[in-house]
């Protein structure tokens, strides 16, 4: 069975500083992991997937395979930063389904 | 294009009523997945319709069960209610899984309130 931990429910930090979201997972195959990010009343949204290797406003995660991590990153937190971030895992070809996490809330102080 | 839409938004039912939750998915999207997500906690899968068909389920008992349409519009069906289905139900859409990505598009949620 698969697993994803965010250990940190709330995560305050300055405007313009570093930002370091956690998120392990455990999972014995090829995993595909997504961040998923909502923003005040607004739906769910796709932030970025490791597979794309691409960066998001500013965004960027890689995935490593030893530590079994997907971190997200941001080197200067801005304030429309502030959200509720899940990380997300696919067991791969033939699942259908995304396991999450509990979730982390960035809190970006002005 | 409106996304993934679902009705009614809110929902308050009494304990061992039956509800319907409905989903339309993204436009050209083929592919429905249900999520339930109680206060404080992550998205849990309960199944995912293709094809008119549930193609995989999460670990949800049998008073879960869904219907998807021939216009890939789904429902979501839950008998017996108990308090602990309180949870904001979740719709997510995407292209049938090929070989490269499963990205999901989802709804802004049903929330159902039981007493």
């Known amino acids: 069975a698969q697993r994803v931990t965010q250990p940190e429910k709330l995560l305050s930090v300055f405007k313009g500083a570093p930002v370091e979201l956690k998120c392990n997972y455990s999972?014995?195959?090829?995993?595909?992991l997504f961040w998923y990010v909502q923003y005040s009343r607004q739906r769910l949204q796709l932030l970025l997937r490791?597979?794309s290797r691409e960066s998001i406003k500013g965004f960027t995660a890689d995935l490593n395979k030893g530590e079994t991590s997907f971190h997200l990153k941001k080197p200067f937190a801005q304030e429309e930063d502030s959200a509720m971030y899940y990380c997300a895992l696919s067991a791969g070809a033939g699942s259908y389904q995304l396991t999450f996490g509990k979730g982390t809330k960035l809190s970006v102080i002005p | 294009d409106a996304g993934v839409t679902q009705s009614p938004t809110h929902l308050i039912k009494t304990r061992g009523q039956q509800v319907t939750l409905r989903c339309s998915p993204k436009s050209g999207h083929d592919t429905v997945s249900w999520y339930q997500q109680a206060l404080g906690q992550g998205p849990q899968f309960i199944f995912q319709?293709?094809?008119?068909?549930?193609?995989q389920r999460g670990n949800f008992p049998d008073r879960f069960s869904g219907h998807q349409f021939p216009n890939y519009s789904s429902e979501l069906n839950v008998n017996a209610l108990l308090l602990g289905d309180s949870a904001l139900y979740l719709c997510a859409s995407s292209l049938v899984w090929t070989g490269g990505s499963l990205t999901q598009y989802f709804g802004p949620g049903t929330r159902l309130t039981v007493l």
């Open positions: 319709y293709y094809e008119e068909e549930e193609r």
């Open positions: 490791h597979i």
């Open positions: 999972y014995s195959g090829s995993p595909e």
